[in-house]
């Protein structure tokens, strides 16, 4: 609606992860770097961990278009309450494989013949698991530890990567066996004042942008109540996009933030 108003060819705030609109802040930087290091080099269980709304997913995104290439194979997991069972028939349906079979012990076996199968063809398999706090049950997180038993010539048949909101931490601190076994940890920390920002003025120029659209007064506003979070940025941003159209407004001033915020009833 209000695209053509600013000038824009795509709306930049969507609420959405979006990999065609990552802004390398430097933590976003060193997290997914961090995550593509442990699938480069099999390091078994990398763990990602931030805020609602940190960036976390897009990471995911960004981090499988970079995997996809013949010498990977990667599952995603967004829902992981799941049964054992479950569990292990959603990974083989990714991987191609039909499931007729309702024994743990059989879809593990038919698991790892096919994890050997892709590394004697020098296929590195991954396995992202995204929303991994939901994972309350220590049956699942036993899994993964016992899926960490699977190697083949001394390296790892799979590498997990595991990302999630702070009480995922919580939940691996309160399994000690799977805790010791993570090689690669991040925190994704919130958007620093110049980097939300970088953040606003990235977003708008990939989506068209020829001016400045949001002043300097804007931005204080906007940091103080998105706390650099950015989705949290992206609403406030949006909304305000909204209402400065509504007002015929040159430019988005900190008093549609405010008013913007008020609106959004952060």
Known sequence: MYTSYWGLTEPPFENVPSQDLFYESPQHEEALVRMVYAVEHKKGLAVLTGEVGSG?????????????????????????????????????????????????????????????????????????????????????????????????????????????????????ASMKPLKERIAIRYDLKPLSFNDTARYVVYRLKQCGAQRGIFTRAALDPLFKHSKGIPLKIKNICERSLLIGMMKNARTVTGSIVLEAVKDIEY
């Open 56 to 172: 976390k997913t897009t990471i995911s995104r960004v981090l499988y278009d970079y995997l996809d290439n013949d010498g990977f194979e990667v599952i995603t997991i967004v829902n992981p309450t799941l049964t054992p069972v479950d569990f292990y028939r959603a990974i083989l349906s990714q991987l191609g494989e039909t499931i007729v079979e309702d024994s743990k012990a059989i879809l593990l076996n038919r698991l790892t013949e096919r994890l050997k199968q892709n590394a004697s063809n020098d296929i590195n398999t991954i396995l992202i698991i995204d929303e991994a706090h939901l994972i309350k049950d220590h049956v699942i997180l036993e899994e993964l530890r016992m899926m960490l038993n699977l190697q083949y010539n001394g390296e790892f048949l799979i590498t997990l990567v595991i990302m999630g909101q702070p009480d995922l931490a919580t939940n691996l």
